[in-house]
């Protein structure tokens, strides 16, 4: 049983350029969101999805689009990557009958 | 406004005396209120949480929390600490949504680095 599986661990980016990282769950789980993680700032919530074909905006969406076609897939699009996106990127996943959410190892991104 | 607040950025302790790390929090209605671990270059693991029922609340790895509704506090606290648990932890409260369904969103607290010395 995988969890919740990120891709890639690390990647460094030059500005203007863009790219996708990867979310995928096998756990079945209807809830899904993207995070990111900064140096004493704890962690912010980029986007999140209640279901397949639905997703919606957290605290810090600018810069990001996401999309939900299938239960198991949330990936996380960065286009015109910018210097303020580095950081670390946490996806997240919870049954619809539980309030605790399940990690992935994080996407550590540089963008220089 | 929905908040969570950990007063410390890190709580050092000697390996076997009690630790606690403090959280706050400022909600509407009842909190539903969690801790997460996270170790060097990994992802958060739940530790425990606080829905409903008694206040005190145990968790994995011999640690618990007491959730105190009028100081609004959920300190996470642990009788011995160990060396191993030296990570960051983050207190994190469910977003109250006043609307049709509950998405099931977290605020969370900045972390506290707890360094657990030999």
């Known amino acids: 049983n995988a969890g919740v599986t990120q891709t890639p661990k690390f990647r460094i980016l030059k500005i203007g350029q863009s790219m996708t990282l990867q979310c995928a769950q096998d756990?079945?789980?209807?809830?899904m969101y993207w995070y990111r993680q900064d140096p004493g700032m704890g962690l912010k919530l980029i986007y999140y999805s209640v279901g397949a074909g639905i997703t919606d905006k957290g605290e810090v969406p600018n810069g990001y689009n996401v999309s939900r076609s299938t239960t198991e897939d949330f990936p996380l699009r960065l286009e015109l990557a910018a210097p303020s996106q580095t950081s670390v990127y946490f996806c997240?996943?919870?049954?619809?009958?539980?309030?605790?959410?399940?990690f992935g190892p994080g996407t550590r991104l540089t963008v220089l | 406004a929905q908040s969570v607040a950990q007063p410390e950025d890190q709580v050092n302790v000697a390996e076997g005396n009690p630790l606690t790390v403090k959280c706050t929090y400022s909600v509407s209605g009842n909190p539903y209120l969690f801790w997460y671990v996270q170790y060097p270059n990994r992802g958060l693991q739940f530790l425990l949480k606080?829905?409903?029922?008694?206040?005190l609340v145990k968790g994995s790895y011999g640690f618990e929390a007491e959730f105190n509704k009028s100081q609004t506090s959920f300190h996470l606290k642990k009788p011995s600490a160990l060396v191993s648990d030296s990570a960051l932890y983050f207190c994190a409260v469910r977003f109250l949504y006043h609307g049709s369904g509950n998405t099931g969103k977290l605020i969370f607290g900045q972390g506290t680095t707890l360094q657990v010395k030999p």
């Open positions: 756990m079945n789980h209807n809830y």
């Open positions: 997240a996943s919870k049954g619809s009958y539980t309030d605790t959410q399940y």
């Open positions: 606080y829905i409903t029922g008694d206040n």
